[in-house]
């Protein structure tokens, strides 16, 4: 009976000191491993990130230059006077450089139902340094516009950052004219001045941007615009395009018995003026 006493006093014990001391240093040693681990995970989701981020600009960056360049072109328009006033109002270029282009381009969206341009604009590209929120000076790829296309296609519009801090850009210009490939890349091309007009078949585009976790480390992006519109689009004036249009509604001529506006003037067999005097449509006369 003692011993069974003796046996529920030892049950009923509570913990010792050093037990407590024990249990607790082991919970925080427990947790200090384990919001170690979290902070890290953390640290290291929002390091990803960042540099997913990053990644991703220079990617968007790289895409709409490549668009926009490959809707490039250069027009004979403007090599002469414009309007009565003998004035030049509308001139195309393409002036590329190593660190610089400036373009025209069917590359604008008109933003509002109002706005007086067409798709037609004026496109630049180069490094400026800018002012940024925090107060610091940065050097960004800049993007300037400016629509409609006027006398000055280097020159107006807004200018914007399109990649922020960036190293350097570099633009070369594949020249198809050269035998050698090796040589066939350029660092300048002015497609008015010393290429009659025609564009370059490809540039080439680079961009170097540091590493985002590390400063000490650049990161080097590389890409190609295919420039589809490669000779000078020729447009004639209002009263020459309307005389070669008779003078094909002429050549063509007008089948009155197919069914087929064959002369495109808008007319179908008999309706056509062309079949005025033809025998098989005497009965509509």
């Not at 610091?136 to 200018?159: F, Q, T, W, Y």
């Amino acid at each position: 009976m003692n011993a069974l006493r003796r046996l529920t006093r030892l049950d009923r014990r509570g913990m010792t000191l050093i037990e407590v001391m024990l249990a607790v240093a082991i919970l925080a040693t427990l947790m200090a491993l384990t919001s170690g681990l979290i902070a890290a995970s953390f640290r290291y989701r929002r390091s990803t990130l960042d540099k997913f981020d990053r990644y991703r600009e220079v990617q968007q960056a790289m895409e709409r230059m490549s668009r926009e360049i490959g809707a490039a072109f250069v027009t004979n328009v403007g090599q002469e006077a414009t309007n009565d006033r003998h004035e030049i109002t509308y001139q195309t270029i393409f002036e590329g450089h190593d660190d610089e282009l400036n373009f025209t381009a069917f590359a604008h969206l008109r933003t509002r139902t109002d706005e007086l341009a067409s798709e037609q604009c004026e496109i630049s590209y180069r490094i400026e340094t800018q002012d940024g929120e925090d107060g610091k000076s940065h050097r960004n790829l800049v993007r300037r516009e400016d629509a409609p296309i006027d006398a000055n296609p280097d020159e107006g519009g807004v200018m914007y950052a399109l990649l922020r801090d960036v190293e350097s850009v570099e633009f070369e210009y594949w020249d198809p004219t050269r035998e050698i490939a090796d040589e066939a890349w350029v660092a300048q091309w002015d497609a008015i001045n010393d290429h009659e007009g025609h564009l370059p078949a490809r540039v080439k585009i680079t961009i170097q941007i540091k590493h985002p976790l590390n400063e000490r480390v650049e990161l080097e992006f590389s890409t190609q615009a295919q420039v589809m519109l490669q000779d000078p689009l020729v447009i004639l004036p209002t009263d020459l395009a309307a005389a070669l249009a008779d003078y094909r509604n002429l050549a063509l001529g007008e089948d009155c018995t197919d069914g087929v506006d064959n002369n495109g003037d808008g007319a179908v067999d008999c309706d056509d003026e062309a079949c005025l005097e033809d025998p098989a449509c005497e009965d509509n006369q």
